[in-house]
Nanobody, 128 residues
Framework: QVQLVESGGGLVQFGGSLRLSCAASGFTLDRYAIGWFRQAPGKEREGVSCISSSDGTTYYADSVKGRFTISRDNVKNTVYLQMNRLKPEDTAVYYC?????????????????????WGQGTQVTVSS
């Protein structure tokens, strides 16, 4: 059974750091692209970062470039999102997701509805 479980969220001050984890079970995550998304209250879910399966290419939203880093540990079957220099506008529920229909696909799916499995989310709150 495919499952994604996020952890690592919390309350942090402006300028602080957090590392989110996305632990996968039921599948080998380096065969599929893994994306991080976030959703703030009253806003649509938006893509934050993604790591492709084929060559580990990483992608970032402009709003987080230079501050966030996505990485993958194939031994632990886990993807991480290191978030530095956090801002209040980063406050949201963060989700990881995968598209199990595209094994070893190039690049990353861009649209939310291209991902078929999602974690339950982890809350990140950045105080000013």
């Amino acid at each position: 059974q495919v499952q994604l479980v996020e952890s690592g969220g919390g309350l942090v001050q402006f300028g602080g750091s957090l590392r989110l984890s996305c632990a996968a079970s039921g599948f080998t995550l380096d065969r599929y692209a893994i994306g991080w998304f976030r959703q703030a209250p009253g806003k649509e879910r938006e893509g934050v970062s993604c790591i492709s399966s084929s060559d580990g290419t990483t992608y970032y939203a402009d709003s987080v470039k230079g501050r966030f880093t996505i990485s993958r540990d194939n031994v632990k079957n886990t993807v991480y999102l290191q978030m530095n220099r956090l801002k209040p506008e980063d406050t949201a529920v963060y989700y990881c997701a995968t598209d199990t229909r595209r094994q070893y696909g190039s690049g990353c799916p861009e649209a939310v509805d291209e991902y078929d499995y999602w974690g339950q989310g982890t809350q990140v709150t950045v105080s000013s």
